[in-house]
């Protein structure tokens, strides 16, 4: 009897401060009844109308019997005043069944058709002595002396890293004062107890694949593992890469071979971020982008799970200016007309053919690399040069052309 009557003496203070929802105490003991109500977002969610608060009362049912922790039903009421003179006020209420955990933090909620019966004088208990009854209008939880609840993970900041580790992972829930341990999977990782409700950990390295986080406390571990499913990305790894160099220019298409390239964010010549497609888990293509100077650089392949690397070589740029190899016949006569076959590289999209200062008298280009040009009058040794869109020939010897008598 002592103890139920301290109880309704709190009870009964909650009411004359004016019949609204309390927040439920997260430090659980013996001599600190828990009360059991939705918060007023919870309850807003449900009524869809707030105004200057929403009114609950709460009737415990008992014992989950499945999860084990309190559950009953929560009704919630706000009366909303009309607009203008003679306005009428509005009743807007409804009940919802809710299932709390030890900490008086809300499991699940969901909406009633119907008021339920209720019954103010209802006490229950559970296997560890944990008390749950009803007064005229709260539920409370009464914590068995020494009982320290069982952690509950609600959600995880990250839910993927590195098989190498070191991700940063908030966990969240509740009962995480006092924790013991956080493991992934099987393997212990570093934490830091922020409060009743947060964790931050980092991931230890362990093989790819899917682990459960859990916390365990003295109350025990954590058995949410669906909630706090951790998923380690395999290290890629790059075997090789084809071809291995390319002009500084940039442009040339690359096939990148390894493993583990699923989801790759990125691939970089020399930080150099590239356009590239992932063909496969085991194949990349990427055209090189323009480099700053001819180098050997590296070419680094970067997914959730990590970066690989492998060498690469930028040269010098192509040159597309077209080149004289040799002309044949290299002389005719003074007054021109001589067919003269020019082979050079990168003869293609010829515009101009030149016999020292004078034009050719006509010209056919081949291929890229042959020119058909017709001499035009001349007296002397001059030196034939083609034009393209990429520059002129050079000077040299081979391209010499001698007029005769």
């Given at each position: 009897m002592g103890k139920r009557s301290r109880l309704h003496l709190t009870a009964l203070a909650v009411v004359v401060a004016g019949f609204v929802s309390v927040a439920p105490s997260l430090t659980a003991n013996a001599s600190s009844p828990i009360t059991l109500l939705l918060s007023q977002n919870a309850a807003f969610g449900i009524l869809g109308h707030w105004c200057g608060g929403i009114q609950e009362k709460s009737f415990a049912t008992g014992f989950d019997t499945a999860a084990g922790y309190p559950a009953g039903d929560v009704y919630m009421s706000t009366r909303c005043n009309g607009s203008g003179r003679g306005g009428h006020s509005t009743l807007y209420q409804a009940w919802a069944s809710v299932m709390w955990d030890f900490t008086g933090v809300v499991v699940t909620d969901s909406v009633l058709a119907a008021a339920p019966s209720t019954d103010p004088t209802f006490t229950a208990y559970d296997s560890h002595q944990n008390e749950l009854y009803n007064t005229a209008t709260y539920a409370y939880l009464q914590l068995a002396p020494g009982y320290v609840p069982v952690p509950r993970v609600t959600a995880i900041s990250a839910t993927s890293g590195s098989a190498a580790g070191g991700t940063a992972v908030t966990i969240y829930g509740t009962g995480f004062t006092g924790a013991t341990a956080v493991t992934f999977g099987s393997v212990t990782a570093s934490y830091t107890v922020v409060n009743d409700n947060e964790i931050t950990t980092v991931s230890p390295p362990?093989?790819?694949?899917?682990?459960?986080?859990?916390?365990?406390?003295?109350?025990?571990?954590?058995?949410?593992?669906s909630v706090a499913q951790f998923t380690y990305i395999a290290i890629p790894v790059v075997k090789s890469i084809s071809p291995h160099q390319g002009p500084v220019t940039g442009g040339t298409p690359v096939t990148i071979t390894g493993t583990g390239f699923t989801n790759a964010t990125s691939v970089t010549f020399d930080g150099i971020w590239a356009q590239f497609v992932v063909d496969s888990d085991t194949t990349i293509t990427a055209t090189s982008p323009a480099g700053e100077n001819p180098d050997n650089i590296t070419v680094q392949v970067t997914t959730e799970g990590g970066t690989s690397s492998i060498g690469f070589t930028y040269t010098p740029p192509v040159s597309l200016t077209?080149?004289?190899?040799?002309?044949?016949p290299g002389f005719g006569p003074r007054a021109g007309g001589t067919a003269v076959t020019i082979v050079g590289a990168k003869l293609g999209g010829v515009t101009a053919v030149m016999f020292g200062a004078k034009p050719a008298k006509s010209f056919v280009a081949k291929s890229a690399t042959s020119i058909v040009a017709r001499s035009p009058s001349g007296s002397?040794?001059?030196?034939?040069?083609?034009?393209?869109?990429?520059?002129?020939?050079?000077?040299t010897r081979s391209d010499r052309f001698t007029y005769r008598k």
């Open positions: 362990q093989p790819a694949g899917t682990v459960a986080i859990t916390v365990t406390t003295p109350g025990g571990p954590d058995a949410n593992a077209p080149a004289i190899k040799k002309v044949k002397k040794t001059v030196n034939i040069r083609i034009t393209t869109g990429y520059g002129t020939t050079a000077v």
